[in-house]
Every structure is written in structure tokens, then in C-alpha cells.
């Protein structure tokens, strides 16, 4: 099971960081990704970070975002920084083990989802 946290609310510009954290552990086969989805929008991707520890971005959010790994506390942070009110959606985080490259940006390539967690930029 995957447990997103840390949304809230911010201001334009500002930062907030996000924690996907797994019940049990993330496996070094593990891709894990980050989704976002405002309302009556579509879930879009927004940041993965492949086996490698390669980071994947949306190109919405690179420079921005920054996607790591702490192992020790089994834990995927997603860093949001320069906040813009285009930001604001439920922020999802994803994990699978088959995953392939070329789907690293599909939601529907992941087999495991957290909750969502809700970041809101205010003007």
C-alpha cells in the first residue's frame, strides 16, 4: 500500500513537499510516479523516477519539481517549488514493478496508487 501526504495550501511561488510512503518496501524494481489531477481534468503525469534513480518529468513541471528517494525511511518525495495556481489538483503517487519505459508516463501502466493528497495554489 502507498500513502501520499504533505499537500495543502500555498501561495503562488511558494513550495510544499509531498511523501509517498509504502507499507512495505519499495523494491529496487519498483518505478514510482507521481500523478495529478484537477477537477474534470484527466489524471496527468507529472514526475517518475525510473530503476536507475533516473528522474522522469513532466515538461509543465521540470526545473520545478524534483522527484527522490530516501530507502532508509522507504519513502518518495516529490518537491514542489515556484508553485503556480496551474499546480493546484490531488496529487497521486503510483509504484509497479513490470513497469517499461515507454509507459512511464501512462497512469494506467501502474498497478499501485496512494490515496491522493490535495495541493491548492492560491494567487
Known amino acids: 500500500q502507498l500513502q501520499a501526504s504533505g499537500g495543502g495550501l500555498v501561495q503562488a511561488g511558494g513550495s510544499l513537499r509531498l511523501s509517498c510512503a509504502a507499507s512495505?518496501?519499495?523494491?529496487?524494481?519498483?518505478?514510482v510516479g507521481w500523478f495529478r489531477q484537477a477537477p474534470g481534468m484527466e489524471r496527468e503525469f507529472v514526475a517518475a523516477?525510473?530503476?536507475?534513480?533516473?528522474?522522469v518529468y513532466a515538461d509543465s513541471v521540470k526545473g520545478r519539481f524534483t522527484i527522490s528517494r530516501d530507502s532508509a525511511k522507504n519513502t518518495v518525495y516529490l518537491q514542489m517549488n515556484s508553485l503556480k495556481p496551474g499546480d493546484t489538483a490531488v496529487y497521486y503517487c503510483?509504484?509497479?514493478?513490470?513497469?517499461?519505459?515507454?509507459?512511464?508516463?501512462?497512469?494506467?501502466?501502474?498497478?499501485?496508487w496512494g490515496q491522493g493528497t490535495l495541493v491548492t495554489v492560491s494567487s
Open positions: 523516477r525510473w530503476r536507475s534513480g533516473t528522474p
Open positions: 503510483a509504484a509497479d514493478s513490470r513497469l517499461i519505459l515507454s509507459s512511464i508516463r501512462t497512469a494506467l501502466a501502474y498497478d499501485y
Open positions: 512495505g518496501r519499495f523494491s529496487s524494481s519498483d518505478v
